[in-house]
């Protein structure tokens, strides 16, 4: 089976990670820290805070912008479940902005017919997350300028999306957001196993968020409220959880980190053909603006029903049977039965609901072969048929 997606570990990473396990210390040691200020150098952002996963991060991103109970979270609805998940965990409502039809992010258009009408019922967003599917930055321009106008923040939903740029500036920098968030999961650009980040600007955010990875416990004497008790002395000032990262995935990650211009150019790279070979087939390939370089982290394509005698079910299944591991990115959010039982509709988001209806991610990752891709078209060739 060729997969969707797969990490690229090199005996560069799997020393890196055997130098900790050898190392004094397996977590909480230097290499966090040190893959911290890699993601900054190559972001340009002020603070990075490593977390357990992207999920985690989210999470404590949502609680330090100060989500809570009767609060309301946007986010797209085609995503994986944790952009919207993130809000439910701090007791606040999730609803969702449908996707343009070009780029599959959300629509800064429909964003802004629903923000006016949220205005008009009261029921405005404290927080909106736009999330940078397959790697394609979200129009961050526009939603950063009704932002102001509606006096949301937000989180950039970045798993995707590491090494890429929009406007010429790499993505992760919050130029126009609050907090941008990455994962490091295997299939995503570059990988900790399990893993994400936190990026601000924000001294405040950034400190509210190292306080939520680590049970909101501190040494710092600048936020505890009374003179130490000696040098074992540390506060809980907040609820926090246990989300930090470890040495050893940190290790990973900053060995990863040094290839991933390489990676990016690899995934563009093979994207690319793709694009050439494709315009054959039946089959709409991924639109890419003109302000964005996407990472590539997905590449979808959608079936043109009038033009295929399969159904898209019938060449998904094809595929896998032809041993193409592909994959569909993503069962619309409030297509899912415990968003169901929240109240959302089917319909809802008829432009979400028509991408699922036709999208199917083929397989792109750095060590995917030329033949390797060949037979992935060949697969889709017949599959159609
Ligand atoms: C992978 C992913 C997440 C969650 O990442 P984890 O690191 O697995 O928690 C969140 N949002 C999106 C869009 C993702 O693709």
């Known amino acids: 089976m060729i997969p969707y997606g797969k990490q690229d570990i090199n005996s560069d990473d799997i020393d890196a990670v055997i130098d900790v396990l050898k190392s004094d210390f397996i977590t909480q040691g230097p290499m966090v820290p040190a893959f ?21 991060a989210l999470h404590i991103a949502c609680l330090a912008l100060g989500v ?14 944790a952009s919207a998940n993130c809000a439910l965990y701090c007791g606040a409502d999730v ?7 070009k780029t599959y992010n959300m629509c800064p258009i ?22 940078h599917l397959s790697g394609q930055s979200c129009d961050m321009e526009k939603i950063a300028l009704l932002a102001k106008t509606y006096g949301f923040t937000i989180i950039e939903d970045a798993s995707h999306a590491i090494g890429g740029k929009y406007k010429k500036q790499a993505i992760g920098n919050c130029r126009y957001s609050q907090i941008t968030i990455f994962s490091f999961h295997p299939v995503k650009i570059i990988t900790t196993a399990e893993g994400g980040m936190a990026l601000t600007n924000d001294a405040a955010l950034a400190e509210k968020m190292d306080l939520l990875r680590s049970h909101g416990i501190t040494r710092d004497p600048r936020l ?3 003179a130490s008790h000696g040098s074992w002395y540390y506060q809980q000032i907040e609820l926090g959880f246990n989300y930090r990262m470890t040495d050893i995935q940190a290790a990973l990650g900053l060995s990863q980190i040094k290839r991933l211009d390489q990676f990016v150019e690899k995934r563009q790279q093979l994207a690319q053909r793709y ?21 590539r982290h997905l590449y979808i394509i959608k079936i043109d029903n009038q033009k295929c005698s399969n159904s898209h079910r019938q060449i998904f299944e094809k595929m896998r049977d032809l041993e193409i591991g592909v994959n569909l990115h993503y069962i619309p959010i409030h297509m899912q039965p415990y968003y169901q ?9 008829p432009i979400a609901e028509d991408y699922y209806a036709h999208a199917i991610s083929i397989p792109l990752y750095t060590q995917l072969s030329h033949h390797q891709q060949d037979q992935v078209i060949a697969a889709l060739k017949q599959a159609i048929n």
């Open 275 to 295: 694009d050439e070979i494709l315009t054959t087939l039946p089959v709409i390939t991924p639109y890419q603006t003109h302000d964005s370089s996407s990472a």
């Open 341 to 349: 039982k929240l109240g959302h509709k089917k319909g809802d988001f």
């Open 110 to 131: 429909k964003l802004e017919e629903k923000l006016l009408s949220a205005q008009k019922a009261g029921k405005l967003p404290k927080v909106v997350i736009p999330v």
């Open 68 to 81: 809570g109970q009767g609060d309301i979270v946007w986010t797209s609805p085609i995503s994986f479940v």
């Open 224 to 226: 505890i409220n009374e």
């Open 36 to 56: 911290e200020d890699a993601v900054k150098t190559h972001t340009g952002v002020k603070y990075a805070l490593a977390a357990n996963s992207a999920t985690s």
């Open 95 to 101: 609803d969702f902005v449908d996707i343009d039809e």
